[in-house]
């Protein structure tokens, strides 16, 4: 299974990573540090499962994820943000992503996380 992770932030890519390799088996995780960095990667890699930030460089997590989307209408998009606003929280889950997941990221949410995308996996 491949995993895209968006985020600029280093540290929340490692973290998520770990926790996301950890619970579950057979990951390959790849990394971007901004949204024009991640679109490019998605397109290379399509990836099973994307992890996106809001708060971002270049390109916002909004933005990537409107673009994301017309690419390929069938992408999983998990969003991982400290940005909990609630209009933004609508406006983004209105853009049919799997899940809002508030940072930081926990043992506990990762756990969540990957739970959602073993039953989305059985699902398919």
Excluded: H, W
């Excluded at 299974?1 to 968006?6: E, K, R, T």
């Excluded at 890519?13 to 390799?21: D, F, S, T």
Aim: proline content about 3%.
């Amino acid at each position: 299974m491949d995993i895209l992770i968006i985020d600029d932030s280093t540290f929340s890519q490692r973290i998520l990573g770990n926790l996301i390799a950890k619970n579950l088996d057979d990951v390959n995780t790849y990394f971007a540090k901004d949204g024009e960095e991640g679109l490019e990667k998605y397109k290379e890699i399509k990836p099973d499962y994307t992890f996106v930030d809001l708060l971002m460089p270049k390109l916002n997590g909004e933005q990537l994820i409107k673009l994301i989307n017309e690419y390929d209408p069938n992408a999983k998009l998990i969003v991982v943000s400290a940005d909990v606003q609630k209009s933004i929280k609508e406006e983004v889950n209105s853009y049919g992503v799997m899940a809002f997941i508030n940072k930081p990221i926990t043992e506990e949410k990762a756990k969540y996380i990957c739970e959602m995308i073993r039953n989305d996996k059985d699902e398919g």
